[in-house]
Nanobody, 124 residues
C-alpha cells in the first residue's frame, strides 16, 4: 500500500509563498506521475498541477500558471509544490496524488493513491 504524506501548509498573507512537500512510501514513486489537487469548503476537488515520472513534463491549472511550480526528487521519493504570489482564493486543503500507470493528466479519477491533505490558508 502506498502512503503519501503532505507537509508545509499553513497560514500566509496574500502575496506570500509556501512550499508544500509530499513524501511517498514506495519506490514506485520514481515511475509514477504525481499530481497536486486542492479542495475548498463546499467545492469540488480541483486539479492544480502534475508532473511526469522524469520531471520532464508538467501541467498546470490556468488559475495557478506562472505562480506555482511543481517539481520532484526521485531520490527522496518526494514531490514539491512551490506556491508564490498566493491569493485568498488559493485557500484550500491541498492533496498530493499518485498515478502509477498513466501520463500527466488533470483528471483526478486517473490517480490511484491520495494523501490526507494539508491546509493552506491565505489571508487578505
Amino acid at each position: 500500500q502506498v502512503q503519501l504524506v503532505e507537509s508545509g501548509g499553513g497560514l500566509v498573507q496574500a502575496g506570500g509563498s509556501l512550499r508544500l512537500s509530499c513524501a511517498a512510501s514506495r519506490r514506485t514513486f520514481s515511475t509514477s506521475v504525481m499530481g497536486w489537487f486542492r479542495q475548498a469548503p463546499g467545492k469540488e476537488r480541483e486539479f492544480v498541477a502534475a508532473i511526469s515520472w522524469s520531471g520532464g513534463s508538467t501541467l498546470y491549472a490556468d488559475s495557478v500558471k506562472g505562480r506555482f511550480t511543481i517539481s520532484r526528487d526521485n531520490a527522496k521519493n518526494t514531490v514539491y509544490l512551490q506556491m508564490n504570489s498566493l491569493k485568498p482564493e488559493d485557500t484550500a486543503v491541498y492533496y498530493c496524488a499518485q498515478d502509477r500507470f498513466g501520463t500527466v493528466t488533470e483528471n483526478k479519477h486517473e490517480y490511484d493513491y491520495w494523501g490526507q491533505g494539508t491546509q493552506v490558508t491565505v489571508s487578505s
